[in-house]
């Protein structure tokens, strides 16, 4: 579907009003704000509103809108947006609510929220039950509700299903400058990825930010994305939820190591979108990525004046994915000369309080310090109450971080440990002076992993499109073990070798053939071990006999494979289809250890060598791999091959498939390969 025009909504030069008190609203913030614009309330019995004189009806306006603001009923707003649209208006927001939101206690709800959508045709509407949308570039306010911005020259875009978090996020004192706040409600034609793609190719537009319950289409998430790194605009997410629609029952452990929440992780880390966690972390890093954009690395330095913020800092970098590099030999030096033989030189550095209150002694610490090469140089620094205090001292600080950032052009951050001890004119002034305000140490530091993750994303080749394949129609059916594996050699896993028999005899006979020791499996049992249909390391004839006896009330025939030598570590390989991006590669410990250790990696189709090669480096079980105790090493090359195998088989067959599971496959010590030992497919039959 290609996307529609919303340019005219968003940015628009004529505004149409359609209610009472909050149309009213509208025009008092687009007043307030500066709205250049002509502003066209209608209204059926009031002859005016704030001086504008009321139209009587749509077809009475002087001219199609570019936006409007419907703010009646909603079966008045299903009339009203069929007008507009045969009016050749822009688009409309819609206010109401008792759509589909409402509907297990409105009933029509559904059937309102469809005919909507119908009269809307190809005109852009937002909603239904949301607030519109505030532009304080332009100062164009689609939005009933008092709010906290200002207007900007350039900002960030932020954009959210919920008008009351978007409220909340309108009062922020972090100085964040805010050039777009967007709300799209139930997302009933016109989801949030559809209006990030408008926004962030607005000029004055730096980086986006997303709140979302659900992903509305990954299509347009896909756009946004290309959209991003072609523009150089990044994108953060805060992802809240579940998926629009329940699992498919499923057969087997690859469910319950996919989940929805790894496979929303997994779908951004394809698309280098930074995902966050709560909303003080999503504004923070919007401030890096507006003032800084993506950082290069990881690596960051931190000062404090404190021993014991010094280990704060410390110990929440534990928790992330970044670095805090020892300093250079070139650092030293300077550093010694000015904060005496007293202090320790290190990374995070306690500076303690010889220079407190001293700002060329400061500015030449600050100076040494970020001239370390890192991708942010945080200074700690909470300031006190100044209704009972002094912050003289802090404001010299202040000065001396600028100083430094100004003398070796490197980022620099000031850091509160606590987010209500940073005012927010200090934040404004700094965020004026090119340094950064960051509220809360692991807000802070989850900012900094969240850009450094866009920085490492665009400096690799853009992704594939997603594989987003539909199931087929056909019946789903549980392939026999030695189906599975036969369909899975044909792509290059490696599987024992095996023979199929009927008998005890025979399998007895295939036994003899292979060599012991064997394994024997029931043909036609989904979970063999708790239904006795697997036996292992079975060493003479007639112990494969007697197994086969024993298992003969429940098989349908016998599997007789060849035992593989100890492994190094066990490993599951599988596959489930998520009702969101489809097929989805999942990976994790294996045997015993799948439900126990609960590790796991997801990668979305197609998946690239780089990313099987990082997903398996990312697991517990890598510790294993790698020769844990003076164990041998893993066939790591083998393994990563096996998993390239898997998911060129389920691109092959993406249609077709419900649930893969290889479990487990055990890899050999290193040049020996890996073997998948079970298998399981479920798969549709047309």
């Known amino acids: 579907m290609s996307p529609r025009p919303l340019d005219r909504l968003t940015r628009p030069k004529t ?175 016109t989801g949030l990825a559809e209006l990030a793609c408008t926004v962030i190719a607005d000029p004055r537009v730096t980086a986006v930010g997303l709140h979302v319950e659900g992903f509305d289409s990954l299509e347009a998430l896909e756009r946004l994305a290309g959209l991003a790194r072609q523009l150089r605009k990044p994108v953060a997410m805060l992802k809240v939820g579940k998926s629009e629609a329940a699992r498919l029952a499923t057969i087997s452990h690859t469910a319950s190591l996919a989940g929805n929440d790894r496979v929303s992780s997994a ?74 033989p007293m202090v320790t030189l290190s990374n995070p550095l306690d500076y303690h309080t010889f220079v407190w209150g001293n700002g060329e002694k400061q500015t030449a610490a600050f100076t040494a310090m970020m001239q370390g090469a890192y991708a942010l140089n945080m200074v700690v620094l909470d300031f006190p109450r100044r209704d009972r205090c002094d912050a003289a001292d802090w404001l010299t600080t202040v000065n001396a971080i600028v100083a430094a950032h100004r003398a070796t052009g490197a980022n620099a951050a000031v850091v509160a440990s606590m987010a209500e001890n940073l005012p927010e004119d200090v934040a404004v002034r700094l965020m004026r002076d090119g340094v950064l305000p960051l509220y809360g140490i692991d807000e802070a530091l989850a900012a900094v992993e969240a850009a450094a ?63 012991f020791p064997v394994a024997l499996k029931g043909r036609g049992v989904a979970h063999k071990t708790e239904a006795g249909a697997v036996k292992l390391n079975l060493s003479s004839r007639d112990e494969v006999i007697a197994a086969a006896q024993g298992m003969a009330a429940v098989a349908q025939g016998y599997l007789v494979e060849k035992m593989a030598s100890r492994p190094v570590a066990e490993i599951i390989i599988g596959a489930v289809r998520d009702p969101v991006a489809g097929l989805v590669l999942t990976l994790g410990a294996g045997g015993i250890l799948v439900d126990l250790l609960e590790d796991a990696a997801v990668l979305t189709l197609p998946a690239s060598g780089e990313a099987i090669s990082s997903a398996l480096s990312g697991l517990k079980v890598k510790k294993m791999l790698d020769g844990y105790r003076g164990a041998p090493r893993g066939d790591m090359a083998a393994l990563e091959r096996a998993v390239e195998a898997v998911a060129a088989y389920l691109v092959a067959n993406a249609a077709d498939i419900d649930e893969l599971d290889i479990n487990p496959v055990l890899v050999l010590p290193e040049g020996e390969g890996v073997v998948a030992v079970d298998a399981l497919i479920r798969r549709r039959i047309t």
């Not at 900002?155 to 978007?166: P, Y």
């Not at 009062?171 to 409600?185: C, D, I, V």
């Not at 504004?283 to 330095?301: A, C, V």
């Not at 014991?308 to 070139?330: F, N």
Request: aromatic share 6%; net charge negative; glycine share 10%.
């Open 15 to 189: 505004i149409a009003v359609f209610g009472g008190k909050e149309a009213r609203r509208v025009i008092e913030q687009c007043d307030k704000m500066g709205f250049a614009g002509e502003i066209w309330p209608v209204h059926p019995t009031s002859e005016e509103i704030l001086g504008r004189p009321c139209f009587r009806s749509v077809a009475a306006l002087p001219g199609a809108p570019d936006a409007a603001f419907v703010g009646v009923n909603r079966l008045s707003t299903i009339e009203i947006v069929k007008e507009l649209s045969a009016r050749g208006a822009g688009g409309a927001v819609c206010y109401a609510s008792g759509f589909r939101e409402a509907v297990s206690e409105l009933p029509d709800g559904d059937d309102l929220q469809a005919a909507l959508v119908e009269a809307a045709g190809d005109m852009p509407v937002l909603g239904p039950n949301c607030y519109g949308f505030i532009n304080m570039l332009d100062g164009a306010l689609l939005w009933p509700d008092q709010h906290g911005m200002l207007r900007v020259d350039r900002g960030v875009a932020v954009l959210t299903q919920s008008s009351n978090i978007a409220c909340n996020i309108s009062m922020q004192q972090r100085g964040l400058p805010l050039a777009y706040l967007m709300t799209a409600g139930n997302q009933a034609q």
């Open 267 to 340: 779908l951004l880390d394809r698309l280098g979108i930074a995902r966050l966690e709560t909303l003080p972390e999503l504004l923070e890093t919007l401030k890096l990525l507006h003032l800084y954009g993506p950082l290069d690395s990881h690596e960051i330095s931190s000062m404090s004046c404190s021993g014991g913020e010094a280990s704060l800092m410390a110990d929440a970098g534990v928790r992330r994915k970044i670095a805090y590099r020892p300093l250079a030999e070139d650092q030293l030096v300077p550093l010694r000369q000015t904060l005496g």
């Open 453 to 515: 993750f866009v920085g490492r994303a665009w400096q690799m080749p853009a992704s594939e499109p997603l594989l987003v394949t539909a199931a087929s129609a056909g019946e789903a059916i549980t392939l026999n073990e030695d189906e599975a594996k036969r369909e899975l050699s044909g792509y290059g896993l490696v599987v024992p070798q095996g023979l199929i028999e009927f008998s005890p005899k025979a399998a007895g006979e295939a036994a003899e053939t292979l060599g």
